[in-house]
């Protein structure tokens, strides 16, 4: 299983974006149970956890994303979203996606870049 990322793009502060993260070859009875997250890693630093979400659709966002950032997932399409709102300079990074429980799931992609200008 391969996850494939889109959805990035140079945007203003302020602005906003949607990502899409599939698990390509993947089914949906090994895709659903899986908790999903969104990682993001900026120049010189260690990637980090941005945004979770369950099998059971419950959610966990790192502080500096509340109530701008929205996870939310399709297990029918077998892909993972996130919704970010009002973006900042320090949102800057390459944007990933992958199983946080199975680390067999599937391969790391390429990651999708989001750049907020300061």
């Known amino acids: 299983v391969q996850m494939v990322e889109s959805g990035g793009g140079l945007v203003q502060p302020g602005g906003s974006l949607r990502l899409s993260c599939t698990a390509r070859g993947s089914i949906w009875s090994t895709f659903s149970p899986q908790t999903m997250g969104w990682y993001r890693q900026a120049p010189a630093t260690e990637r980090e956890l941005v945004a979770s979400?369950?099998?059971?659709?419950?959610?966990n966002y790192l502080d500096s994303v509340k109530g701008r950032f929205s996870i939310s997932r399709d297990n029918s399409r077998k892909t993972v979203y996130l919704r970010m709102n009002d973006l900042k300079p320090e949102d800057t990074g390459v944007y990933f996606c992958n199983s946080m429980g199975d680390a067999s799931f599937a391969q790391w992609g390429q990651g999708t870049q989001v750049t907020v200008p300061s």
């Open positions: 979400i369950t099998s059971g659709g419950n959610t």
